[in-house]
């Protein structure tokens, strides 16, 4: 029996989960935290509530924040908040693997994802800055990978990620179809503290203040049909291509206004959309998918600012749609991949200074092609066969 339990954790796929975590704690190890604006919030709410105080007047989303006080206990360093956004993106990989699981029925999948948002540095190197990016990701992703055995966990997960960016509503459809009907109450029920947290927030500030950003609350954050119509032209530059001109407000322009993972993804996942019987997905999941998607992009809208910092629930959708279509037709494969690597370029350049990388930053990447390279060795013989059927 303890043989038994232990299998699904000495599988090569996890084996190769673990190569790219460690790949990543490399890329960590030789890069260097650079405290800046949103930071210097979440770092005083983190010490406030170490030291048994809930101060909600603090501006900014506190979700992971909860829990960096926790780590703050133990480390009681000057930039604890910063060292659980790494802890949350070196958990990342094995967490995308695990959500892969529980979302499909193949580990092969399991590990595309994992490859997948192990090639996101927008989304695993932030928090050297101080976002909340790789909390955020990872709670989205642990929502999904306990959703079906420990609900109650995964509805807390989900709370946090609403408490950290409350896009993540938007995974609420793809959990509640992937929930027995009986258990589904405890993931709504779980909704309650992002209810509490607001509740509190407005009595003790007389406002919900909306994220970090000075001057917003819950009436002014909401914008006229101009900049609806602008936000959404701009939705579609930032899905569909890579560069980041923010054509609404150029002043805005800023890393959020690029893409953070490969186009290709996101045309795939819509042509799942558009195409259910082609892309290898159950319906009824591919329909929450959809909704999800929707959902986490049309949020961000109506908003200030349209950002993939805060779409990237919505494109966590497309990819989760996109990835069982690339096992079915896995010459798409060295495509994404491929593209997946613009990413670290422009990274590099937009922060090789800020946070002192250099080449031990693209352990990852590299780690990522050395297991294609054996995954096209181990299937050799049906990959020639693909090839020579479609030419």
Known sequence: MRSMRLRPFLSLPCAAVLLLTLGLLLSFTFAAPHPLDDHFFYQKFTESLAAGHLDLRIPGFHGSDLLAAVWHLVSRSPISQIEFQI?????????????????????????????????????????????????????????????????????????????????????????????????????????????LYFAVQYLQAGQILVGAHSGYNQFSVWQGPERILLNLAHSLQILFSVHNYYFADPALTGPGNLMHTSPLLVFLGLFVFLHPKEGGQPVPLRKELFLGAVLGIGLNVPLDHMDHFYMQAGILCFILAAVPLLRLYPLWIPLVLATLHFQWFYFYLQYRQVFLLDAFFFAVPLTTDFLFLCFCFLRRGKIWNLIRSSL
């Open 87 to 195: 802890l949350a993106a070196l958990l990342i990989p094995f967490a995308a693997f695990f959500a892969g699981r529980a979302l499909y029925t193949s580990e092969e999948d399991a590990l595309i994802l994992a490859c997948i948002l192990s090639m996101m540095p927008f989304i695993l190197f932030v928090g050297l800055r101080g976002w909340t990016g790789p909390a955020y990701m990872c709670f989205m992703l642990l929502s999904i990978a306990c959703i079906r055995r420990f609900p109650a966990v995964a509805g807390l997960c989900l709370a946090l990620a609403i408490l950290t960016k409350p896009f993540a509503i938007a995974l609420l459809p793809l959990l509640l179809a992937m929930q027995p009907m009986h258990k589904k109450r405890l993931l709504l029920l779980s909704l309650g503290l992002p209810v």
